[in-house]
């Protein structure tokens, strides 16, 4: 199951991107009921279905409109928890407080949720970011790093690491300041 409160990002996100009645049409194509209220708890295979709709409507691959929904979900999240995020001042900072801070906030607000497991180290080459979670959105993960960046006018580059699966995935994340 995956909260509302996702769905409702979701739904943002893509509005925000396509205008309402390509959301209409998306929610009509997917077979969903299109209808989230914030607490409550919907089929994870509902997002999948919106995602896939999407994907298929506009022409672009499953994972391409994932990264796509997660780039423009990031912004529509920290607006829900403006309290905590307020006191980050880096894409970077902001990522690393992913578990520890903003996803513990989510399971005080949200006591019956289960978010992903994050872990992070310094590489040579970057940040090394693991991601782990049964619900297997590698892809929207990558949209959401990139919608950290974008959040504070950030370029990130990233790549997947060899070996990689779409429920235990490694990421090297370079933060490449944007000159002001
Ligand atoms: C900044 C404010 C954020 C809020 C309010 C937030 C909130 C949430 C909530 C409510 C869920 C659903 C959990 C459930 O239904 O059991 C969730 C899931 C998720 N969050 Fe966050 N989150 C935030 C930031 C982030 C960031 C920065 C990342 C990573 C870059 C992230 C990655 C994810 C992923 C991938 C999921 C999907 C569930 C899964 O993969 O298992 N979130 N988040």
């Given amino acids: 199951m995956l909260k509302g409160v996702i769905f409702n990002a979701v739904e943002e996100a893509l509005i925000g991107v396509y205008g309402e009645d390509t959301w209409d049409i ?9 209808a989230y209220t914030a607490l409550g708890d919907y089929e994870e295979a509902d997002a999948g279905a919106l995602v896939a709709a999407a994907a298929a409507l506009l022409g672009e691959s499953v ?10 979900l990031l912004p529509q999240l920290t607006k829900r928890l403006t309290n905590i995020t307020a006191q980050f001042s880096s894409a ?8 520890d801070i903003i996803h513990s906030e989510v399971e005080l607000l949200y006591p019956d949720s289960v978010p992903p497991m994050f872990e992070f180290s310094e590489t040579d080459n970057g940040l090394l970011v693991r991601y782990v979670s049964a ?3 590698s892809a929207l993960v990558e949209g959401l790093i990139m919608g950290c960046g974008d959040l504070y006018s950030e370029e990130i580059e990233m790549e997947q690491v060899d070996g990689s699966s779409p429920t235990d995935a490694q990421f090297i994340v370079k933060f490449l300041s944007v000159p002001s």
Avoid: F, K
Wanted: proline content about 0%; overall charge negative; cysteine-free.
């Fill in 63 to 72: 994972d391409d409109t994932w990264r796509l929904v997660g780039r423009h």
């Fill in 26 to 34: 998306i929610v009509e194509n997917s077979g969903v009921s299109g």
């Fill in 92 to 99: 970077e900072e902001l990522l690393r407080a992913v578990n």
């Fill in 135 to 137: 619900r297997g959105l």
